[in-house]
């Protein structure tokens, strides 16, 4: 949100300089996006009015004005510009003056005719980049006036405002939290709220009390709507709001002053009186930006006996609204629930400046000061005249509930010592007040612009507020700590992603909350009860969808090859049971552009991934085939006997969803079992000392038998020599034809190691005949010599 400075000074006194200032703020933990400078200071700059404008003798394109700039001495200008007339006030820069943009003026004659000066256009004076036409000026404007009275000097503050402290999205709110940091007065003048009584009428009504727990409507006649005065449109602007007509521009400014949005209704165009109720199915609403929205059974709205007439909170209606020949205005100012605004405003994609106000919560108190504040200014501004009591329906929201401070507490959080006296007075500065007392420690009442103080802890944030986080002396407690199981497990994380990295994965985030239409993998997500929007209504059982949606955004940018992981928390139905889990995900070429050494690229296939899946840890992986919903070719990983994860190829019919024109592959992984899997003791094993002997075998077997079976058998001989088994060639399908339906050759090369000494050859055929004796028993292999 946007402040100006100048503003500000109205409430509180603001330190020596703006940097003053924002370092205050900073510091106090708001922060401070932007500084802007704004206000004009020109010399020989000054209001003028045109008395008189002829045409140009010899240009068609230019006329002749005789202005008066308050020295009673009529100047001849020449102007090119058409959109004025005689009587306007304008700005004029005078012979000697400088403009922004370098121009500097002088007398002179254009196309022989003299010209004492130049009229302006807002872009010379670097008001703004209109260059259609010169500045025209309100009728108020005093002529002779220099054009600093005008656009007084002045910065604008850019805040950024977090969602729990709502009290600062006013005026009289940041005022307040500045007063409370600096110790100084903080000075807001309002109607006392029992001034005016408010009475429970027939003409406003409630029948979504938990949505709207109170409502008021103020009825004021007889108003003149036109322009705002100068003042009022130079606050709105200063805060980056849009005059738009004086009834509208003062609850605007009662908006930005004290933080409660009001909305006026022309009171000739209701149908009786004024209801808040939900929205019926299939309700249509036509509201101020033109638009006609649909609407659902969870939306409030504000209605008449006839039809909707506002979204409560969000935007009222175009057939409701005010304009010009308006004469009667109902004024609204209530309390809405924050969520119910948020998801409406989310749901319609409608945001507001009002609902960015209800749904982070406003003063309950506020309500009626806020309308009578606007009342007063209305009456005064727009000569209208106001009912002697405000309609109310429902009751003002209970303030927060009363918090207990501990001060041994508050000391050993902070980590230093305060005074009880330093303690209690940074709270009173905050507009807490004590409603109880013991030796150790006190009970405070929190103010009603204050919800997000509900805790301990936040009593003792405000004290460490005003006393000064850089106060906090820093400290080495100590020159090492014990590793903890969170240590461990970022660093495993860490040389996850790093052996990841090195093999040309690229690491994607995404998000937890996945839409109603994934690409499978998510049939069984958990619902959330309450989903801010299509995009995120479920908790994600698997990282895959976020991983694939991230694939169809990189194929859709023309990427020849992607390669991406994820490494974060999945929630396994039924009970969204938190589990930490790794998803790789690969498709198109092994290198994403041709080497100009390099022959031609493969395409990267199923093997890659599970050699990705190997590298990652030093346990020893197993791969079973299995069937899986979404996959073409679908694989179980284990980790000894227990199903740790599964990889295979996406189905032809899910890739076609992505985009994809390449295979693609996908892995997921349970990294908690990995790391389990670690915790066993590894033993140390020497290097050899003697050298190793290979033999190679090759052998024809049914096509079903698979190479873990045949490795499974190789290594559960028992076979004291044979140190490693290694498959080489491979024939099956179409190349193994001449062997006979059903049939495939493997062949492995075995290797044989005696750690103690050197194996003869006649040593080695020996155990070399026992294996093959074996694969010949146990698998029917035959073996080609």
């Not at 006026?264 to 509201?287: I, M, N, S, T, Y």
């Not at 103010?447 to 460490?464: C, G, Q």
Request: hydrophobic share 40%; glycine share 8%; net charge negative.
């Amino acid at each position: 949100m946007k402040f100006s400075v100048n503003w500000l000074r109205d409430f509180v006194e603001i330190p020596g300089s703006v940097e003053e200032l924002a370092d205050l703020l900073t510091f106090a933990g708001i922060e401070i996006e932007g500084i802007e400078r704004r206000g004009l200071d020109l010399a020989n700059v000054v209001v003028a009015q045109i008395n008189a404008s002829s045409q140009h003798p010899n240009a068609d394109r230019l006329s002749v004005c005789e202005v008066d700039d308050g020295t009673n001495h009529q100047r001849q200008i020449v102007c090119g510009a058409k959109n004025y007339h005689v009587g306007d006030k304008v700005l004029v820069a005078l012979p000697g003056a400088a403009l922004p943009n370098g121009l500097k003026i002088k007398a002179s004659k254009l196309r022989g005719v003299e010209s004492q000066g130049m009229l302006c256009s807002p872009s010379e004076l670097g008001i703004s980049a209109d260059s259609d036409g010169l500045l025209i000026l309100s009728s108020e404007a005093q002529v002779g006036a220099p054009i600093g009275s005008l656009f007084p000097p002045d910065t604008v503050l850019d805040v950024e405002i977090t969602p729990n402290r709502s009290d600062l999205l006013s005026y009289a709110g940041l005022a307040r939290e500045i007063a409370a940091l600096r110790g100084a007065s903080f000075q807001l003048a309002l109607p006392d709220k029992e001034q005016v009584k408010h009475l429970r009428h027939e003409s406003v009504a409630i029948s979504a009390l938990r949505e709207c727990p109170f409502y008021s409507a103020r009825r004021i006649e007889n108003v003149t709507v036109g322009p705002s005065p100068a003042w009022l449109r130079a606050k709105l602007e200063s805060a980056g709001l849009r005059p738009i007509n004086n009834i509208v521009d003062i609850t605007n400014f009662v908006m930005l002053e004290l933080g409660q949005p009001l909305h006026a209704f022309d009171a000739d165009k209701l149908q009786g009186g004024l209801h808040v109720r939900l929205a019926v199915p299939h309700e249509k609403f036509f509201a101020l930006d033109g638009r006609t929205y649909a609407l659902s059974p969870d939306d409030l709205m504000i209605a008449d006996e006839t039809r909707a007439v506002g979204i409560a909170g969000v935007m009222g209606g175009e057939e409701t609204g005010v304009t010009d020949t308006t004469r009667t205005i109902l004024l609204e100012s209530a309390c809405f629930l924050p969520s119910s605004v948020r998801r409406t405003a989310r749901t319609l994609n409608l945001p507001s400046d009002a609902s960015y106000r209800f749904e982070r919560g406003v003063d309950p108190a506020m309500t009626l000061r806020a309308s009578q504040r606007a009342v007063h200014f209305i009456c005064d501004i727009a000569g209208g005249r106001a009912a002697e009591f405000t309609a109310v329906a429902g009751d003002i929201p209970a303030p927060p509930a009363d918090v207990a401070l501990r001060y041994q507490r508050c000391e050993r959080l902070l980590g230093i010592s305060l005074p009880r006296e330093e303690v209690d007075g940074a709270l009173q500065n905050g507009g807490l007040s004590r409603v109880g007392e013991t030796s150790d420690a006190s009970t405070w009442k929190i103010p009603t612009y204050r919800p997000d103080l509900k805790r301990e802890a936040d009593l003792i944030e405000e004290v460490i507020r005003h006393h000064g986080i850089n106060e906090v002396p820093g400290r080495n407690r100590s020159q090492f700590t014990p590793v903890t199981p969170a240590d461990r497990s970022f660093d495993f994380e860490s040389r996850l992603r790093q052996g990841l990295r090195a093999r040309g994965f690229s690491e994607a985030r995404t998000s937890a909350l996945i839409p109603r239409e994934t690409n499978g993998f998510a049939e069984e997500a958990v619902a959330l009860r309450n989903p801010l929007s299509e995009d995120h209504v479920a908790l994600r059982p698997s990282l895959l969808p976020g991983l694939l949606a991230a694939l169809s955004r990189n194929i859709r940018s023309g990427a020849p090859s992607v390669r991406l992981f994820e490494l974060g928390r999945i929630f396994a139905p039924p009970d969204a049971r938190e589990e930490r889990h790794l998803a790789l995900l690969c498709s198109g070429q092994v290198r994403s552009a041709l080497h100009w050494r390099g022959g031609e690229s493969r395409r990267l296939d199923f093997f890659d991934l599970k050699g990705a899946a190997e590298s990652l840890t030093s346990a020893t992986l197993s791969f079973r085939r299995s069937e899986r919903k979404g996959l073409a070719l679908a694989a179980e990983i284990l980790e000894r006997e227990t199903v740790i994860g599964f990889i295979g190829q996406l189905a032809g019919s899910h890739a076609t969803k992505v985009g994809a024109t390449s295979p693609v592959f996908v892995l997921e992984i349970n990294v908690d079992a990995i790391v389990e899997s670690l915790k066993r003791t590894v033993k140390f094993r020497e290097l050899a000392k003697f050298p190793s002997v290979t033999r190679d075998i090759a052998m024809i077997v049914p096509e079903a038998l698979t190479h873990r079976e045949i490795e499974a058998t190789l290594q559960n001989a028992n076979e004291p020599l044979l140190g490693a088994v290694q498959l080489f060639d491979l024939f099956s399908g179409k190349e193994a034809a001449n062997l006979g339906a059903g049939r495939k050759s493997l062949a492995y090369t075995l290797t044989y190691r005696d750690k103690n000494r050197t194996l003869t050859n006649d040593e080695v055929t020996v155990a070399d005949n026992r294996i093959r004796e074996r694969l010949k028993r146990e698998l029917g292999a035959e073996l080609r010599e």
